[in-house]
């Protein structure tokens, strides 16, 4: 039997892709899922699934930081396939040869046409990790580049200022702004926090709250309020910022 690990920060992108793959490939089993890119890493060393489906942007490990450490294992190499939202880099993978892709949300089509694709491929040897690793390095290097945020162009008072990222405590949404806070002032821009988490670098800002994001440079520590709740504190700032269940796993041991 087919097994696989499935790597997704969003749960409920790993509950629709696992149904999606129940239907097209009922033989297959789900032995894992991962919250990020270093639990995908040690799962897949710990389980060695023949195939590894993996979000390109996750927080503490990107996808494609993910896929390296996986390429570099001893032994018979997993099928590599990103869930990606961004279409331009998962098409560039795909055209190393090495990788396939599936774009989000999983499309039953689509994932049908991966589904075959990898059939053929654990029939057949696997790729040397010398071409996987070249794959993901040419991948990693169009990823990196202009789709990453420098600047944030935020409403202060009556003017507009251009705001550096690395300047950036966190972000915190409502239903119609969100605010930008640093060290020395608060701003407002019109962009969700799903926009700033395609353009932003996920190592440095992470997701604690579907309606938050902090810089990660920025956290003085972690504690529990007589409720249970994990709360971040921020260095320099007197408020602590609501760490939700589905992303506790990023304070995993602090």
């Known amino acids: 039997m087919t097994r696989a690990v499935i790597a997704d920060d969003e749960p409920l992108m790993r509950e629709q892709l696992r149904a999606r793959l129940s239907e097209l490939w009922p033989e297959l089993e789900i032995v894992a899922e991962a919250k990020n890119g270093v639990e995908a890493v040690e799962q897949v060393a710990a389980l060695r699934p023949e195939v590894v489906f993996l979000d390109i942007r996750m927080p503490a490990k990107t ?8 390429a570099a294992l001893d032994g018979r190499l997993p099928e590599i396939v990103f869930v990606t939202a961004y279409d331009q880099y998962a098409i ?13 949300p999983a499309e039953r089509e689509r994932l049908g046409v991966t589904v075959e694709r990898l059939r053929k491929r654990l029939a057949a040897p696997s790729p040397s990790s010398d071409a996987l690793q070249q794959a993901l390095a040419s991948l990693a290097e169009k990823l990196e580049p202009a789709s990453r945020l420098k600047w944030i162009q935020a409403s202060v008072g009556n003017q507009i200022q251009m705001i550096p990222v690395d300047d950036v405590l966190f972000f915190v949404s409502d239903e ?14 019109r962009k969700p926090i799903k926009e700033l988490l395609a353009e932003l670098d996920p190592a440095q800002f992470w997701q604690i709250h579907r309606s938050t994001l902090i810089n990660a440079r920025a956290i003085a520590g972690i504690v529990r309020d007589d409720r249970g ?26």
């Not at 560039?92 to 989000?104: E, M, N, P, S, T």
């Not at 702004?177 to 407002?188: C, G, I, K, S």
């Open 63 to 70: 996808g494609i930081e993910a896929a390296r450490e996986i």
């Open 92 to 104: 560039d993978a795909f055209q190393q040869g090495v990788i396939d892709y599936v774009l989000k």
């Open 176 to 189: 119609k702004y969100t605010r930008v806070q640093t060290a020395q002032q608060e701003a407002l821009i």
């Open 229 to 254: 709740r994990q709360l971040v504190a921020v260095k320099g700032r007197p408020e602590m910022l609501e760490v939700s269940r589905s992303y506790a796993h990023l304070f995993k041991g602090m």
